[in-house]
């Protein structure tokens, strides 16, 4: 027990955070460059936001054939192909002039997210992870993720000012690669049980598929894409445009944020910053408590925070509290969700059976973004898809409580 606590900062731990920031660095920071891209191309908002849907999309479809990978050819091999994937990504959107080419290359970087994210270095770390360590262990490399999404928007911001969105996407092309020299640093040990290495991975997908336990989690997880890619791709642009101006003198002015479009990046950092004691909270009461109510708690939160948002007038005051609030529950459901699926299916073949569930999550992410930008085109406003988001949010919450959390193996007995 000591020794494995001892342990928990492994290099199979730290590699796999650092990719993941890099990776979430990324991925958080599109929504800057929404104004930037309309501005200078006169698109539809949808156009843009048909592009970000498209890439979790394809991250969604992505991250089950990448756990496949990793667990037949290796971890290593599976990050690199999708870095080298995420790069070509950037570089070729970096190139496009039309919403038809930004949305065909979006389709790459989805991919490329598939194989740097959460998916195939959850499965990694999960497996090199002991039992007890396993749910820390989930939350640490997720707050990583949640890192990311606190430097990422702020540093895109910071480098529109010496160049254009074009270089801002080579820039991070450079960066994915860069990161992918600490593989040979990554090295998980097999800690599977002898009943797991016997199974092959379509008997497990059978049981899986046969469980309703699994239904239900596939089910659940939809509404955390839908509120999270909503709020990563819209939310600057909607601070921007339908919040109150900032208070000359006050404390965000003092702060150095003057205007509602600093205050957008500023607002995704500061749900990245609480998120990342959140989803830490998250792991450490996930190897004490029922994971299923963990969640459903979760999801019950956010629902309760997003329709007291929108419902109040919103001002700079309201934006960071709210910001604080979802934050803290943002990437909260991740190390649980990972974590009661390798508890009840193992971890043998938990990047491909998560990454089926995380599918889920991203038909909510495409359904948020691209509606956000259909619905924006329509009402010339956010307040329609936002609530829509609250409805999700509360059916999540109720799909939870029924979820059997048991080893399927000690089900069956």
Request: net charge neutral.
């Amino acid at each position: 027990m000591n020794t494995r606590q001892a342990s928990l900062f492994t290099p199979v731990l730290i590699v796999g955070c650092a990719i993941i920031l890099v990776s979430f660095s990324i991925r958080a920071s599109f929504g800057v460059f929404q104004i930037p891209i309309q501005e200078e191309f006169n698109w539809l908002r949808s156009d843009f936001s048909a592009a970000i849907a498209i890439q979790n999309l394809a991250w969604g479809v992505g991250q089950p054939f990448f756990g496949a990978i990793a667990e037949k050819i290796g971890d290593r091999k599976a990050i690199i192909i999708g870095g080298v994937v995420y790069a070509i990504g950037m570089v070729m959107s970096a190139m496009s002039t039309t919403p038809i080419e930004h949305q065909l290359y979006a389709w790459l970087v989805g991919f490329g997210i598939a194989g740097t994210g959460f998916g195939v270095i959850l499965a990694v770390v999960g497996r090199a992870a002991s039992p007890e360590n396993r749910s820390m262990s989930l939350a640490i490399t997720t707050a990583a993720g949640s890192g990311g999404q606190v430097i990422g928007p702020p540093i895109s911001q910071w480098l529109l000012t010496f160049t254009d969105w074009q270089g801002v996407f080579l820039i991070f092309a450079c960066a994915i690669l860069l990161i992918l020299l600490l593989l040979p640093f990554m090295r998980a040990p097999v800690t599977t049980s002898k009943q797991e290495l016997e199974e092959s991975l379509g008997q497990i997908l059978i049981k899986a598929f046969k469980d309703p336990s699994y239904t239900l989690i596939f089910l659940g997880f939809f509404s955390c894409g839908y509120q999270l890619s909503f709020v990563t791709a819209h939310f600057p642009a909607m601070i921007t445009e339908m919040c109150g101006p900032i208070q000359p003198g006050g404390f965000l002015d003092n702060m150095g944020i003057g205007s509602t479009s600093a205050l957008g990046a500023v607002a995704i950092s500061i749900i990245g910053l609480a998120n990342i004691g959140g989803t830490l909270l998250a792991g450490w009461l996930g190897s004490r408590y029922s994971k299923k109510y963990l969640l459903a708690g979760i999801y019950t939160g956010r629902t309760i925070f997003a329709a007291a948002f929108i419902l109040m007038p919103i001002t700079p005051t309201t934006v960071v509290l709210f910001s604080i609030a979802m934050g803290s529950l943002w990437l909260a459901t991740v190390p649980l969700t990972s974590g009661l699926v390798a508890h009840i299916y193992g971890v043998r073949y938990m990047g491909t059976l998560y990454g089926i569930v995380f599918f889920s999550h991203q038909l909510g992410s495409w359904l948020g973004v691209w509606l956000g930008g259909r619905l924006y085109d329509v009402y010339g406003d956010y307040t329609a898809v936002w609530w829509v988001g609250v409805g999700v949010g509360a059916f999540s919450a109720i799909v939870h409580l029924p979820i059997r959390e048991k080893p399927l193996r000690a089900q069956a007995a």
